[in-house]
């Protein structure tokens, strides 16, 4: 049995990351609860099926045949992922992993149930777009598991994959406009706050849902989801992260204070930190990264010549890498010989400038007044020397 739960789970990982990452690699949109959500509506408890002991289970015909047919649909997924009817074998496989989920004990009930949950949404999100079986199956889905297993905490797991799923059925039938697909999503997702309001997948939706209003400009909005966090979930670290990112939104105009250790310390200085107001009366652009980021070196080229162009005008660029080992940022950096000033932030997005800023995402930057006030944040890089130039004395 642990041989096909292990091999199952490589499948089912490798499958999700590489449909997901390809279709919808965004954050999921939310609008915030305007007040805390109502808790969950009670469901009709089912009997419980409990799991035959470890001896009779292995004299189980039908378990046998399960675990004998799970193992088989799990080396023809592996082996045909791109098939056209693979969602098929995903629903069936999704299907007998709830069935063993119903013939385990408890300790074990919780794997089988979120690997068949997994399973219904690859099939969801592999399915046409014209076929909505499988889609169909995950919706109804949390109603089934709470109905067979009352009291499991996958309810609302199996709930938002639903609407997982659906964004990226939504994105990859309209890719040109993938914002409208994030907009016809909120309410669904204010639903799911609603319903599930102590989900432990809560917050993190909500948080997420936070960041994409940003980029979408929605900044009230994105700040009602800052402000319900902060103002529910007390005491936790995504409390303390949403109430940095309030008081981002609220820095317009206000200096921004930083002090880090330099990532490469020069001989001549006997610290090793570095503090931003250093570079009052400059243009400070701040840009916030992870060499793990695909977008790092394109941004790293893209400021260096940014740099070149404006130094002489008085920007300067404050790079902050936020890899949990600065020997990968050192290593990232070699032959990329570039402008600026480089720090580093203990901790990186768990680290203290990240939660007192609310920096949830990388890449980030902030663009910095001469007297240190924040002016823009959470710009792109192609979108900084629009900004720049317009903000510094014309050059000679």
Excluded at 54 to 74: I, M, N, Y
Aim: include cysteine; proline fraction near 6%.
């Amino acid at each position: 049995m642990k041989r096909i739960v292990n091999g199952l789970g490589a499948v089912a990982g490798s499958l999700l990351l590489t449909t997901v990452v390809s279709a919808a690699s965004a954050p999921l949109p939310v609008r915030s609860p305007s007040q805390a959500p109502a808790q969950a509506p009670q469901t009709t408890p089912a009997p419980t099926v409990t799991a035959p002991p470890a001896a009779e289970a292995a004299d189980d015909p039908e378990l046998k045949r399960l675990l004998d047919r799970l193992g088989t649909l799990s080396d023809l997924v592996g082996k045909n992922t791109s098939a056209p009817d693979a969602w098929r074998s995903l629903m069936e496989q999704g299907d007998l992993l709830l069935q063993l989920a119903a013939r385990s004990k408890t300790e074990e009930r919780d794997n089988w149930l979120r690997m068949g949950i997994d399973s219904y949404y690859s099939a969801a999100i592999q399915s046409g777009a014209n076929d909505v079986t499988a889609s169909k199956q995950l919706t109804e889905l949390p109603s089934r598991i709470s109905r067979a297993f009352p009291g499991s905490l996958l309810v609302s797991y199996a709930g938002l994959q639903g609407v997982q799923a659906d964004y990226v059925r939504a994105v990859s039938a309209d890719p040109e406009h993938p914002d409208k697909a994030r907009e016809l999503l909120h309410d669904r997702l204010m639903a799911f706050a609603h319903e599930y309001p102590k989900a432990p997948e809560t917050p993190k939706a909500v948080m997420d849902a936070a960041q994409i209003s940003e980029s979408l400009g929605k900044t009230e909005v994105a700040r009602a989801c800052y402000r319900y966090l902060a103002d529910n979930f007390t005491g936790q670290a995504v409390a303390r992260k949403a109430g940095g990112s309030l008081a981002r939104l609220g820095l317009s105009g206000e200096p921004v204070h930083l002090e880090l250790p330099l990532l490469f310390a020069p001989e001549s200085r006997n610290d090793s930190g570095f503090e931003l107001k250093e570079l009052r009366g400059k243009l400070v652009a701040v840009y916030f990264w992870s060499s793990t980021s695909p977008r790092a070196a394109e941004d790293v080229q893209l400021l260096k010549d940014l740099a070149v162009k404006y130094q002489d005008r008085g920007l300067e660029v404050v790079y902050v890498n936020m890899d949990s080992d600065t020997g990968a940022a050192r290593t990232f950096l070699a032959g990329r010989l570039t402008m600026g000033t480089h720090v580093y932030q203990r901790g990186g997005l768990d680290g203290l400038v990240a939660e007192r800023y609310g920096i949830q995402a990388l890449p980030t930057i902030f663009l910095l007044g001469t007297d240190g006030s924040l002016i823009k944040q959470s710009l792109p890089v192609g979108g900084l020397e629009a900004e720049v130039s317009s903000r510094l004395p014309r050059g000679r």
